[in-house]
């Protein structure tokens, strides 16, 4: 069993540079939805799924992946990059997490972290978050990962002891 990634990075690579960073610690394969078939997801034991946000919401050709995945089981986790951070009275992983577990995923954390942005009005001004990710957030993507594999370990652990 492994790890996969499920990523769409398509403006700046800010969510790319995050899932490589993750993948590395995780040992997973990073690939675009249309790159991967649905299949390959129940021979994984994690999976991440992940995009830049764009108007509050997750990229549609990861959202229209997810909506069309078998139920199945599985643990998973969700990371995104934005300009604007996450609200907390409405944060934008919520709803993806919701999805996946509908679809039988357990869903065991989300990470999210700044991303350079030019969608529609910050384009005027150049764009916002420059530079971001930066070191500090892929390092914070790495601990993240880590964490990942540290409960992956301890739930291995448990499984051989049964």
Do not use: Y
């Not at 409405?90 to 919701?98: D, I, V």
């Not at 942005?117 to 530079?131: N, Q, S, Y």
């Not at 601990?143 to 594999?149: D, M």
Request: aromatic share 8%; charged share 25%.
């Amino acid at each position: 069993m492994g790890s996969l990634i499920i990523c769409t990075s398509v403006s700046h690579g800010n969510t790319r540079r995050v899932a490589d960073v993750m993948a590395e610690v995780l040992g997973a394969r990073v690939v675009r939805p249309q790159e991967v078939d649905p299949a390959e997801l129940a021979a994984c034991d994690l999976v991440g799924f992940g995009s830049g946000i764009f108007a509050q919401r997750f990229h549609p050709d990861l959202l229209r992946f997810v909506a069309a995945l078998p139920r199945q089981q599985g643990r998973a986790f969700v990371f995104a990059t934005s300009g604007l951070p996450e609200p907390r009275f409405r944060p934008f992983t919520r709803p993806l997490a919701g999805t996946l577990r509908a679809k039988g995923f357990e869903v065991t954390d989300t990470f999210s972290c700044r991303g350079f942005d030019t969608w529609a009005p910050f384009r005027l001004v150049g764009g916002i978050r420059k530079g971001r990710p930066d070191g500090a957030d892929l390092t914070a993507a790495r601990g993240f990962a880590e964490g990942l594999q540290r409960m992956r370990g301890r739930e291995d652990r448990r499984a051989a002891n049964r």
